[in-house]
C-alpha cells in the first residue's frame, strides 16, 4: 500500500465523505466560504516602519492575498491552480534529455565503491535524465544542474548514501547553483541515506542553515521529488527553500526562494530536525507524505522542535494534501521566528497527526505574548479534515504539554471537520484546542474531541483573543 493510500484509509475512518474526491471538495469549499466571510472583517495590515533597509537578499513581504482553493485535476487528485503549468513545463523539458545509466559512467551500487566521481561525470551541466540501477551508492554530495532528472528504481531498491567521509555539513543531493538559481529538477524512487552513523557518538547532526539534510532545494524554480525515503537526516528530511536566510523583522523575506515545487510520497524517519521543511518559498505542493519518529538532534536535548511538516518563515501559498505524521513535537507546524515574516496562506486538507506532542501549531514566535507586537503577516490558514490522535509527553521538548490544536498570533484561520482525542492523564490536566494570544477572525467548525474528563479544558480560549467562532453542529 502506497503512503497516501495508508492516510486516506486512516482518515477515512474518521470522515467517511473523505473517500470521495467530489465530497472533499464539497468540504474544502464549505471550508472557503467560511474564509471569504472571515476576509470581509478585513485581515488587519500593518504597514512596515520606513527604517526598515532591505538588501540583496531581503525584500519587503507582500500585501496577504489568499489563492483559490484546490481543484479536481486530471487524475481525480486535489491540486492547486498551477500545477497543470508545473506538469508542462516539466514535460517539455525532458524531451531535452538525453537518458543514461549510471552504471555509463562507472557508477557501482556494491555500498563499498567511491561513486562520487561517476555522479559528476553523469550529472555535468544537465539535460540528462540518468537511471540509478538497484543498489547502494555511496557519494559525497550531489549537486543537481538544472533540466536534471534522477530515476531510481524504488525505494526499496535503490539507496544514495553519503560517505562515510562525508562532513556533518553535506547533504545527500542538492540543487547546484543557490545563487543564479536552478530550475527543471526531477529526483524519484529512491532512498536517501543521510549516514548519520558516520558521526558516531556526536550529540548533535547539523552544522546549521540549510546544510545536514538529505535533500535541498534552494532557488529552484519548478521541480518534482517523488516517492522518495529519507533516512536520518541531520537536519531536514527535505528542506524546500531560499538561498540564504535573512532575518530583518516582520514584514520581510528572504529573496532567491523556490517556487513551483511538488513533494509526493515521501517518508522521512530519524531526521535531527524537520521531516519536510519550507522557507521564504511560494506554491508549493506536499502530498501522500509520511513523516515520523525524529530524532531530534539538531537540537539541544529536551528542547528540539522537531515537526513532521513545518511551513516556516515567510513561506505562502503553500497546500498540504494528505499527508501523516507520528511521534513529532510537531505534526504540522506553520510559523516563523520573531525577526521573520510568518508563513502565510496555507491550505491543509487532510492530514493524520498520531502521537504527536502538538499535532497542529500555528504560531509566530515572539509576537503573541503579552508586552509582545502584534504579528504583521500571520495571517490565512484553511484546514479541512484533519484528525489529532492522542497528543503526547515527548523527550524532544520536554517542558510541551499536549495539545490537539494550538493557534497564536494568527488571524483568519478556519479549521473544518476536526477531530481530536486524548487518552485521560491522572496527573495532567489536559487541554485540546488552545486559541489564545492575540489569535482573531478564527473558526471552527464540524469538530469533535473525545477523551477528555471533567478536570479537563477541551477548548480554551485565552486572553486577548478577538472574533473567535465555534460553530456548533445542529
Known sequence: MHLGEKTKELLTNYFPTYQTRTKQLQAVKETEVYFQELQQNKLVESPLKKSVSYSFVTKKNAPFKADPPVAIGESRFLVPWWFQ??????KQQKLKQKVYSIEEFGGVGDGVTDSTKAFRRALKKGNRK??????TYLTRELRMPSNTTLVG??????????????????????????????????IKNMTLDWNVERLGNSKTTAKGGTTSSCLTFAHVTYGVIQNI??????????????AYYSYRGDGTRSRLGSKFIWAD??????????????????????????????????HQKGFSNSNGIEI???????????????????????????????????????????????????????????????SKTAKGIRGTFLVSINPQPTPLYEESSPRNLVVSAYQGVVINYFVGMTQSSALEKRVGIAIQFRAREVLIAHHVLSGYQEKDTPLYLGKGIQSVTIKKDN
Open 229 to 242: 525515503k529519507a533516512l536520518n537526516a541531520g537536519l531536514h528530511g527535505v528542506d524546500l527553500t531560499a
Open 130 to 135: 540518468i537511471i540509478i540501477p538497484p543498489g
Open 85 to 90: 503549468i508545473l506538469k508542462e513545463e516539466i
Open 265 to 298: 510520497e515521501i517518508e522521512a524517519v530519524g531526521f535531527g530536525d524537520d521531516g519536510i521543511t519550507t522557507h521564504h518559498s511560494d506554491y508549493l505542493l506536499i502530498s501522500n507524505s509520511y513523516l515520523h519518529h525524529p530524532s531530534g538532534k539538531a
Open 153 to 186: 528504481s524504488g525505494v526499496d531498491q535503490t539507496t544514495i548514501k553519503l560517505h562515510p567521509n562525508a562532513p556533518i555539513g553535506e547533504r545527500v543531493v542538492r540543487n547546484k547553483n543557490r545563487l543564479r538559481g536552478n530550475h527543471h529538477l526531477v
Open 312 to 374: 516556516d518563515d515567510g513561506s505562502s501559498h503553500v497546500i498540504l494534501v494528505n499527508n501523516r505524521t507520528e511521534a513529532c513535537f510537531g505534526g504540522i507546524e506553520i510559523k516563523a521566528h520573531e525577526e521573520s515574516s510568518a508563513a502565510s496562506d496555507v491550505q491543509i486538507i487532510g492530514h493524520y497527526s498520531s502521537l504527536d506532542n502538538r499535532s497542529y501549531n500555528f504560531r509566530h514566535i515572539g509576537h503573541h505574548q503579552g508586552d509582545d507586537r502584534p
